[in-house]
């Protein structure tokens, strides 16, 4: 339940910001692509041969391009026209783009959510107790934080991913299951490894945050009294501190997540990441045609853009709505 003066902050901000209205749009339209992905694919996004009958990739609708075709023992040029089958043309397999588009996307916010949820459950109970009991607790916590952060993000995670290796995960698609959406894969690959891997590497961020924010909370008037009166310390980091610690969490979960996609996607652009079916490895399968046959790496690039952004703008939202210090753009 959202308290009422935090609800009409982030309504006020909302009617303000032209800025926050683009990026809710943005994100709702790609989280309806994740989660309807079979009901809007127009093909299996996993088979192969959507070629026209010269064996050429389609092209997206509205363009075409030129390339060479055997003839009579020579080569000479030819028109490569687009279909309507093929909204955004096809790859150099023959897969179909637009459908590997949105089920990229499925893969892209899932590690993106699922790793920052995990990174904010391991790393907001670490910096609570860190910077609520302080002292030497804290140093020897910080520490370990300290070390996690001397290395490089995808450094890091490609050491990680080198030592449990990559291992996606199968979950059975409802929508196909019901009979919905025939002839789409019945199952969704959710990169296990990835997406554990991920937090590892961003759960100390969450970690320093926390720790500000209960190095500053553990000397309020309230926390004092609830000691006087025999709470114990769980009582009071469950009930006092984290309650009032969560302001700036928030904001940096939203910002991690446009973060982790973009990790995401480098790690499947590496061929890290444990399934096919992702934005980066589109990227890396389309970086060698970029001349002749340009929509296949540039059509899940744009993807991964409008992603990040619309995420940003609704952390900027965010960090307008709950931090009364920052003149944000309505204001």
């Not at 609800?7 to 749009?25: I, M, T």
């Not at 590497?201 to 553990?218: K, P």
Request: charged fraction near 15%; proline fraction near 5%.
């Amino acid at each position: 339940m959202i308290p009422g003066r935090l609800r009409a902050n982030l309504e006020h901000e909302f009617r303000q910001s032209l800025l926050a209205k683009v990026g809710l749009v943005l994100l709702i339209g790609i989280l309806c692509m994740a989660v309807f992905a079979p009901l809007l694919a127009t093909h299996d996004p996993t088979r192969t041969g959507h070629f026209d009958e010269n064996g050429n990739s389609y092209p997206p609708i509205g363009t075409e391009y030129t390339t060479q075709i055997g003839e009579d023992g020579e080569f000479v040029d030819a028109e490569v026209e687009a279909t309507s089958e093929h909204i955004l043309g096809t790859n150099n397999i023959g897969q179909d783009v637009f459908s590997r588009l949105v089920y990229g996307a499925r893969t892209s916010l899932l590690v993106g959510l699922l790793g920052t949820g995990l990174a904010v459950a391991i790393g907001v109970p670490f910096g609570l107790v860190a910077g609520y009991y302080g002292g030497r607790v804290d140093d020897a916590m910080m520490r370990v934080a300290d070390v996690m952060l001397a290395f490089p993000s995808l450094v890091l995670a490609l050491a990680l991913i080198g030592v449990f290796g990559t291992a996606g995960i199968r979950v059975p698609d409802p929508i196909v299951h019901a009979g919905f959406a025939e002839g789409m894969p019945r199952s969704t690959a959710i990169p296990g490894t990835v997406t554990i891997v991920v937090a590892l590497v961003t759960w100390v961020w969450f970690a320093r945050v926390a720790r500000g924010e209960a190095l500053s909370v553990r000397n309020e008037e309230y926390v004092k009294a609830a000691r006087s009166i025999g709470a114990s310390d769980w009582t009071i980091l469950r009930k006092h501190v984290l309650p009032n610690s969560l302001t700036p969490v928030i904001v940096l979960a939203t910002i991690q997540v446009a973060f982790i996609i973009l990790l995401e996607s480098s790690l499947s652009y590496l061929g890290f990441s444990g399934t096919t079916l992702s934005w980066g490895y589109e990227i890396q399968q389309g970086q060698d045609y970029l001349r002749t046959r340009w929509w296949i790496a540039t059509i899940p690039g744009i993807g991964i853009v409008l992603a990040v952004i619309s995420v940003n703008l609704l952390g900027d939202w965010f960090r307008d709505a709950l931090d009364p210090n920052i003149e944000g753009e309505g204001r």
